[in-house]
């Protein structure tokens, strides 16, 4: 019955109301949010796209700013205003040339497990390097390989692109201006960056929390 009324009061909203609940959501939101999760909280004739356009517009050239992050969307401080509002990183310590390097192979190779990194580094790859991006929420474990083993594979995760001010993983830097920022090491092989970064069809979701002991790699 309650349900019944919530919807009844949900089709009542107007589309000026219909903004607003959209811009609140995204607001009190500290994580992106896709249009699915956004529609739910409006009549089921909302037009998410329309809305989203709209509030593009009201926020140009404003103190914040409406920002794609991947298939979701998040206010930011406008870029050009960034540096009077810095963001606290989740993690102070500095990484190490290990956990960057670790980092970028599974930005750009994802899904990747951790042979496939040692592979593409030339050296093994601590647990606690991987550990770090773990706890920092940039990396995630997305499920295991469908091969022999069944290998854990990781990829990155929504904070990755917000923390680094990237709409798509496909919007990251070559290989060129890493290196040449001191992130990378010169004599990792040129096949890093391939064409076609993810792959999913060989993958296998699991219950990370349930499943995986990131250490043991059960």
Not at 15 to 40: G, M
Not at 63 to 82: P, Q, R, W, Y
Not at 176 to 187: A, C, V
Request: hydrophobic residues 40%; aromatic residues 6%; charged residues 30%.
């Amino acid at each position: 019955m309650k349900e019944n009324n919530f919807d009844n009061i949900k089709a009542s909203i107007s589309q000026n109301d219909q903004l607003r609940i959209v811009e609140a959501l995204l607001f009190a939101s500290s994580d992106p949010l896709d249009k699915k999760t956004l529609s739910e909280k409006l009549p089921k004739n909302s037009n998410i796209d329309e809305i989203i356009n709209r509030l593009e517009d009201i926020y140009q050239n404003r103190g914040l700013e409406l920002k794609k992050v991947g298939n979701k969307f998040m206010f930011k401080t406008a870029e050009d205003l960034s540096f009077i509002m810095q963001r606290e990183a989740k993690a102070q310590k500095k990484l190490s040339k290990a956990a960057i390097e670790t980092l970028s192979i599974i930005a750009y190779h994802q899904p990747v497990t951790r042979a496939e990194i040692e592979d593409i580094r030339g050296v093994n790859v601590s647990p606690g390097t991987i550990d770090t991006l773990l706890q920092m929420n940039w990396v995630k474990i997305k499920g295991r390989r469908k091969v022999l083993g069944n290998p854990i594979v990781y990829g990155t995760t929504d904070e990755f692109l917000v923390h680094f001010d990237l709409e798509n993983i496909k919007d990251l830097p070559d290989m060129k201006e890493l290196k040449s920022m001191g992130l990378l090491d010169n004599n990792l092989p040129t096949d890093l960056y391939p064409e076609n970064i993810i792959n999913d069809n060989d993958i296998e979701e699991i219950d990370a929390i349930n499943s995986i002991e990131v250490n043991g790699e059960i």
